[in-house]
Each structure stands twice: as structure tokens, then as C-alpha cells.
């Protein structure tokens, strides 16, 4: 069902493959365009984990959301430093894999950061991730979740 990233393999931060069919089932997911070298980005990366940590490793039950981060750094080196550095304990798309530059194009990304929320079959719920969470906070999660048509466990 998770179509967007059907047939990839993403990586967590120890490095380990991960399977997105089941990290990102029944999930609302967030992809982040980001890049180290990039100012703006290296200013949201933090409320991003701040967001994530609030709402997936300090609520019970987790909320079902995700994140990957799609990089635009300009090395896998300069990628894995700023994923370490700076990144929640998200998911990545490998820099070596060229999909990257499918999905900047499905979502007409011309600039970065850029946090597009989507459904799991892909479908754009919003590209204006990024501005909801500066404007809202938390409370886009519900938005976001109401949105995306998958079995709810959130209580927040």
C-alpha cells in the first residue's frame, strides 16, 4: 500500500535497510527535501525533530507518522554528516539512489527545505509542511491525519 517509496529500500540512522512497506504502513508520512549545506534547512531541521520526537517517541501510542529525508547534499558524505549531525531518528532515502530525482519532480520540488506530507499511496495531502508546523505546531498532526484515509490510533 505505501506506493511512494514501493520497491526502494531506505535506511535508518545506524545505517540498517529498512523496508518501507512496513516502517511506513497506516502511517502519514513526511518527505523531507533537505540539504546540510543549506541555511534555511539547517534552521527547521531542529523544529522538525522537536515535532517528530513529540509526536512519535514521547506519545503513547506513537502517532502514525513518518518522515524521509530525501537529501540534496552534494555528497552520500556531506548526506550521512548532517543526517547524524542534525536528523531525528528518521528514515532516509540512500543518497546513491537516483529516485531522488523522480520524486523532486512528482512534486515539483525547486527549492529546499520542503516538506511534503503525503498519504500512503503517495497522494499530496500538503507541500506546505514545513510553514504548518512553524504556523501550528502539533495541531497539524490531526489535520494531516484526518486527511489521509488510514486506520487512526492518534488520541493527541
Known sequence: MVEVFSGRTLV?????FVDPEEALRNKVVGIYFS???CPPCRD??????????DLVEESDPPAQFEIVFVSSDKSTDDMVEYYHDMHGDWLALPWTDDYKHELKQRYKITAVPKLVIVKENGD???DK?????RDRGLACFRTWLDA?????????
Not at 527547521?44 to 520526537?53: A, S, V
Open 35 to 37: 540539504a546540510g549545506w
Open 148 to 156: 489521509a484515509e488510514i486506520f487512526q490510533n492518534f488520541n493527541g
Open 129 to 133: 509542511g514545513r510553514k504548518q508546523i
Open 44 to 53: 527547521f531541521t531542529p523544529i522538525l525533530c522537536d515535532f517528530y520526537t
Open 124 to 126: 499530496v495531502i500538503t
Open 12 to 16: 535508518n540512522k545506524d545505517g540498517d
